[in-house]
């Protein structure tokens, strides 16, 4: 008789532990994915450009901070090569999406749809 409730009482404490266990990994995981989502949008900027009178101001689309500005793209490149060595900024003209970065000798390349799946 003194068997069956030490038994589950047993059982429940492991389940107990498992669960907390379980409940821990689950929060930390959480706080990493959102850690590294912020550390990937402050990398990766969607531009959005402007042009008033001869000069092309470049803005980011998400929270509408400034990114640079040039007579063409060759000054804004260079403002971006010195303040933005390490990002990566999406850009739309043409109506396709263009890629450009350290990682392509900042130049620009087309995005094809497939290659963002």
């Avoid at 000069?55 to 929270?63: G, Q, S």
């Avoid at 090569?81 to 392509?104: E, I, M, S, V």
Wanted: charged share 25%.
């Amino acid at each position: 008789m003194f068997e069956d409730p030490m038994l589950m009482f047993f059982w429940l404490l492991c389940t107990w532990l498992a669960y907390n266990w379980y409940s821990n990994r689950r929060q930390e995981l959480s706080q990493f994915q959102d850690e590294l989502h912020a550390r990937v949008n402050a990398l990766v900027h969607r531009v959005k450009s402007e042009k008033h009178n001869n000069m092309v101001y470049w803005f980011d689309e998400d929270d509408d901070s400034f990114l640079a500005q040039g007579r063409n793209l060759v000054e804004i490149v260079k403002t971006l090569q010195t303040r933005f060595p390490d990002h990566l900024f999406f850009l739309h003209y043409n109506n396709k999406d263009h890629l450009l970065a350290g990682l392509t000798d900042w130049k620009i390349i087309q995005v094809r749809p497939e290659d963002l799946t």
